[in-house]
């Protein structure tokens, strides 16, 4: 029979040790004949991405030595940070910011030194293509050697030797990206966009054919522009050219015609499903949502509702054919005539790199992100709701039930609530398992993540609906949520908590000051605390976001002004736990730290972690077990319960 004992105080299977170990982040998938590739981001290992080889025969293996660190700077949150092309892996290192080769040996790659492609400098590469007529990559550049603003362009590298940084192919944007050849090698297709639009705003896909010299020439503008958003461009085996446009008000495949060198296009799928989209915010490069799979099929990913599916598409007909698989598609997939490869999760299983038979639909997992899965019986699997908000408007979140099976509470006693504000704010929350949300409802939490107005996978209208709203809209929704989930007896008024990171955070320490009646305790992750102070210093890709979420500055600096949680401590009325890495460039420390100095002068109890080596996102196995039991060890310190895990104190001023 199961204990009885408060919300909370469960004892659970899944240690803040256990979800470190189960954080193995999967990305980035790549085929290169019947080899499979993708990146293991390893928090027992200081969050170092490595890329991994799967040959056919089974074999798994480490491609890129212990010391190597996959990944680029570029846009600060990177990706598209390797290719692999005949047989070579083409790496950025993370010390360095240089594209190193890593060639075969032996029948496997990585057994020598990695040779670097590029010289020392200044210089950050990302999204490459291979260029196999001329022997050099086209990639994305950006040079940080100016003292202004860096410079991003497109750029070709010669693989000769690490003698040139590349040579301009296109400029003059602000950015670009997805440069990709067609088969023949004789066009190439490109994303660019400038200040103040972000790639969910505005992009614009041009071609151009690639001269003798191997520069382009004729450039043609084929689709995009400030109110309509391109999204991963890339070629058919037979030279037809595929992208993603939301000119709808959706996010719909298209196919340019034969020629790829005009603005005519048709749609891809003939009868999309009602109030889907085939596209993604693109804040990192190499992501995609759909793969050809022969001369006459699409693999492609889909959402509905906040949920990812997978398909097929016949691309004479336009028909659509859903796989019959539990898994939900993450961010990658590839595909070849037979397989498709791709991350992928489901409600109560970790994510794994799977590979799937489109013949016969055969599934197979090659590499899982946690080694030892969850029991069912202690999983919540998320519940989509839709609830009520202001203006008559309508919004969306998961919600995740306390489930243990070890455990049942007194009668009568409703649940804590974890209100989670995602991150972008132009992002979404996914259905998918989260290790670290099993953490809190095994322990009875109740937790709600929350989509609010802003968030993709529900058209452009419902992500414009923050445009000039942030602070006000996405405070309401997770208000709303909280409120919804009160009255539907899902969760305790009393213990209602809100959580978030970045942009997330901001959302946190706006509903705990501008809104103090509500949630009785806050953690921020790497918020947002100034919104002034992170206008005037912040990286390139973020550094005219704000423009469209606040308004133009210095035109509206009072609203930034009004909107920032730091200038309206007078109001909060809770206890707040903060989270920082030291070396953060997106949201600097100094928003964390003035945000805690003036909580701790304040009175109120607060309590503030900062990390060494750890950036925007926390990677490292000590550092996300750290939080974990830090932000449980406070929960309990403010509702006034026990955890029943030993976990270490943490230091709360104003206790």
Not at 284 to 299: K, R, Y
Not at 581 to 586: A, F
Request: net charge negative; with cysteine.
């Amino acid at each position: 029979m199961p204990q009885v004992a408060p919300f909370g105080t469960w004892t659970s299977p899944l240690t803040a040790a256990a979800v470190a170990a189960g954080g193995v982040r999967l990305s980035t998938v790549a085929l290169d004949g019947d080899d499979v590739f993708w990146l293991e981001g390893r928090p027992r290992e200081g969050g170092r991405a490595v890329l991994v080889k799967r040959e056919p025969n089974g074999a798994v293996f480490d491609v890129t030595p212990p010391e190597f660190n996959v990944r680029t700077r570029v846009h600060e949150y990177g990706g598209g940070s390797y290719l692999v092309a005949q047989g070579t892996a083409y790496c950025v290192n993370f010390a360095d910011q240089r594209i190193h080769r890593l060639t075969a040996s032996g029948g496997k790659m990585g057994l020598s030194a990695p040779e670097p492609v590029t010289p020392p400098g200044a210089w950050r590469y990302a999204d490459f293509d291979f260029d196999i007529r001329r022997e050099r990559l086209i990639c994305v550049r950006e040079d940080h050697s100016g003292t202004g603003e860096p410079i991003n362009t497109l750029v070709a590298v010669p693989l000769a030797g690490p003698q040139s940084e590349g040579t301009v192919l296109a400029s003059g944007a602000d950015f670009y990206s997805t440069p990709r050849l067609s088969p023949d090698g004789s066009v190439l297709a490109w994303l660019s966009w400038s200040h103040p639009l972000m790639p969910w705003n505005g992009t614009e896909l041009w071609t151009a054919r690639l001269g003798a010299s191997g520069a382009l020439e004729d450039p043609v503008r084929i689709a995009g522009g400030s109110h309509e958003s391109i999204y991963q461009p890339g070629w058919s085996p037979h030279g037809a050219l595929y992208y993603v446009s939301d000119r709808t008000g959706w996010w719909q495949l298209y196919r340019s015609d034969r020629s790829s060198r005009s603005n005519a296009s048709e749609t891809v799928v003939v009868r999309p499903p009602a109030a889907s989209e085939f596209g993604r915010a693109q804040w990192v490069f190499g992501t995609s949502t759909w793969a050809c799979a022969g001369p006459s099929t699409l693999v492609v990913s889909y959402v509905c509702a906040g949920n990812w599916c997978l398909a097929t598409v016949d691309v004479e007909s336009g028909v659509l054919t859903d796989c019959a698989i539990e898994m939900r598609p993450r961010d990658w997939i590839a595909a070849n005539g037979t397989h498709a490869v791709l991350v992928a999760g489901s409600a109560t299983r970790p994510d794994a790199v799977v590979q799937i038979d489109l013949r016969t639909g055969a599934v197979e997992r090659l590499r899982d992100a946690a080694s030892t899965p969850l029991d069912p019986e202690f999983v919540s699997a998320a519940e989509t709701i839709e609830f009520p908000t202001v203006g008559d408007q309508r919004a969306h979140a998961f919600y995740y039930p306390p489930r243990n099976k070890e455990f049942s509470t007194p009668s009568g006693e409703r649940p804590p609530l974890i209100v989670i504000s995602h991150g972008g704010p132009t992002a979404a929350a996914q259905s998918m398992l989260d290790l670290q949300i099993q953490y809190w409802t095994t322990r009875g939490f109740a937790v709600a993540d929350v989509n609010y107005r802003g968030s993709t996978g529900y058209g452009r209208d419902y992500r414009q609906r923050l445009n000039g709203q942030w602070g006000i809209a996405d405070v309401d929704d997770v208000i709303s949520a909280a409120k919804f989930l009160v009255a539907e007896g899902k969760a305790d008024p009393r213990r209602l908590v809100i959580r978030g990171g970045s942009a997330g955070g901001y959302t946190t320490l706006a509903a705990l000051t501008f809104r103090p009646e509500v949630f009785k305790a806050g953690a921020s992750y790497f918020g947002i605390s100034d919104l002034e102070a992170l206008e005037l210093d912040t990286h390139k890709f973020e550094s005219r976001y704000s423009h469209s979420l606040i308004g133009p500055y210095p035109e509206a600096r009072a609203t930034y002004r009004e909107r920032s949680p730091i200038n309206a401590l007078e109001r909060l009325a809770c206890p707040l736990i903060l989270f920082q890495g030291l070396e953060d460039k997106v949201v600097p420390p100094n928003q964390s730290e003035r945000m805690a100095d003036a909580v701790r002068a304040k009175g109120l109890a607060v309590a503030y972690l900062a990390f060494e080596g750890e950036q925007h996102g926390f990677r490292k196995a000590e550092t996300i077990i750290r939080c974990l039991e830090a932000e449980l060890y406070f929960y309990g310190i403010v509702f006034g319960f026990t955890p029943a895990d030993p976990v270490q104190p943490v230091p709360i001023d104003n206790r």
